[in-house]
């Protein structure tokens, strides 16, 4: 496919886009039939999504840009796509590898502000690509990413919950035990105090206890006599 001549810039239909893709080339010539304005409509099947490789792209004229269009549907094939819809801008001192679109259409376009512009030379190849992957890899992602927060959740509430475990055990207050009441002949006896095992003593016999024992131990013979002590010589 060239983008330089009227026959293909003027289709009205889109380019079907198969496994073996379209080879897109583009070279100023300084040509008058060569155009100013070039657009390209490609489409894929419904599961699939549009590459554009760039094999080889010199822009040496910065009044030539390449651009790249993603266009909503319905596409007005008597117009030019709208500026609202651009998707990359290419021109001089670019030097892209490959972009994708997001769904099976893309426009490509290339427009000249002079119509004798000549320093350009593109080679573009157009392939397309199963979104399958793309989906399955992004829910894979998805799944893992959720995946790791639930499992940072589940540890952190773990560990919290053992702290604060921990924690009570360490500050619990010991509560004493109330005792029972006791019943019966053991509940009195504790009340009123141990009985007494023998009677009590009189009163004077308990006086002539006490006066024996307080005096008993002196003797009632006189003390002996009264025995100076030598003065030293």
Request: proline share 8%; with cysteine; hydrophobic share 35%.
């Amino acid at each position: 496919v060239y983008m330089d001549s009227y026959g293909t810039c003027q289709q009205s239909s889109f380019f079907e886009v198969h496994d073996e893709g379209y080879l897109v080339h583009a070279k100023g010539s300084g040509q008058p039939y060569q155009t100013m304005r070039c657009s390209l409509r490609f489409r894929a099947a419904r599961d699939q999504q549009l590459c554009v490789k760039f094999n080889n792209f010199v822009i040496d004229d910065c009044s030539v840009n390449f651009k790249v269009f993603q266009e909503s549907q319905p596409i007005d094939f008597a117009r030019q796509p709208k500026e609202e819809c651009l998707f990359r801008h290419y021109s001089c001192q670019d030097s892209p590898q490959i972009v994708c679109s997001t769904d099976r259409y893309l426009t490509l376009q290339l427009y000249k502000e002079r119509i004798d512009a000549q320093g350009y030379s593109l080679l573009l190849q157009v392939v397309p690509k199963t979104m399958k992957n793309e989906i399955i890899m992004s829910l894979w992602m998805i799944v893992g990413v959720i995946l790791g927060v639930v499992i940072v959740i589940v540890v952190l509430a773990v560990v919290i919950v053992l702290c604060c475990r921990k924690d009570k055990h360490h500050g619990r207050v010991l509560k004493k035990k109330n005792s029972k009441p006791r019943s019966g002949a053991q509940g009195r006896l504790l009340e009123t105090g141990p009985e007494p095992s023998a009677p009590p003593l009189d009163s004077d016999v308990e006086m002539h206890h006490h006066i024996l024992n307080s005096y008993g131990q002196f003797p009632n013979e006189p003390p002996p006599p009264y025995q100076p002590k030598p003065e030293p010589v």
